[in-house]
């Protein structure tokens, strides 16, 4: 237990489908972020939220939708996507002062 | 320009062998911060060590200790006394300055470290 969770730890979903991913942390922190990891390419980060206005997004297709509803929960809204969306998406969390972040375990999506 | 860079994309060391796992970076901000992070097969990422750019010490946390260079732009992470579960991913990452409150965590490509017995 990393003291954050993402669910569900894996998803397969059609081209036409819409999903989310959630992610969720009880440490306090004010900040949280997505990141995707594909295959042989570094991470990268897509959003951020700092006390749950966003305050980063890197160019990333409006078939992702990010919602931060309070400090404590992240959630990646997901319609339409491409196959080479397939990745494992990765939330963390950091508090403000502190250097490092706290990694959820990851949703490994399958886009079909 | 890549920001992180990790020249090896695989090494092995033999179990209770030292393995050091390069890193390089490039930045023109004098405050920034340099860590490591761990991902096993299961995904999740785990927090190594953490090094500052105003520490003058090399940082050090139980097996892992980072070899850090400043002027060459280095920080090399030692691991002492390898064991079969160190066999992971192993990411190298950069924070720039700060974002009033926040972080950005630039990661490098990754090392995959293979312990054999």
């Known amino acids: 237990e990393t003291g954050v969770t993402q669910t569900p730890r894996h998803l397969v979903m059609g081209m036409t489908n819409k999903k989310s991913l959630k992610c969720e942390q009880h440490?306090?922190?004010?900040?949280m972020y997505w990141y995707k990891q594909s295959a042989k390419k570094p991470l990268e980060l897509m959003f951020v939220y700092n006390f749950k206005e966003q305050t980063e997004n890197n160019s990333v297709p409006s078939r992702f939708s990010p919602e931060c509803p309070n400090s404590s929960h992240l959630f990646l809204h997901l319609h339409t996507l491409q196959p080479e969306d397939s990745a494992l998406y990765l939330c963390?969390?950091?508090?403000?002062?502190?250097?490092?972040?706290?990694f959820g375990s990851g949703t490994r999506l399958t886009v079909v | 320009a890549q920001k992180i860079t990790q020249t090896q994309p695989g090494m092995f060391v033999q179990e209770k062998e030292a393995v050091t796992l390069d890193c390089t970076y490039d930045?023109?901000?004098?405050?920034?911060?340099l860590f490591w992070y761990k991902q096993p097969s299961s995904g999740e990422m785990i927090f190594l060590i953490y090094q500052g750019s105003y520490d003058e010490q090399n940082a050090t946390e139980g097996r892992y200790s980072l070899n850090f260079q400043k002027a060459r732009k280095s920080t090399n992470l030692v691991i002492s006394a390898s064991q079969l579960g160190d066999s992971a991913m192993y990411f190298c990452?950069?924070?720039?300055?700060?974002?009033?409150?926040?972080?950005?965590?630039?990661f490098g490509a990754g090392t995959r470290l293979a312990v054999h017995p």
């Open positions: 990452a950069m924070r720039e300055g700060f974002s009033g409150g926040y972080n950005k965590l630039i």
């Open positions: 963390a969390s950091s508090h403000q002062g502190d250097d490092g972040y706290t």
């Open positions: 440490l306090g922190h004010n900040a």
């Open positions: 930045t023109s901000d004098q405050s920034y911060g």
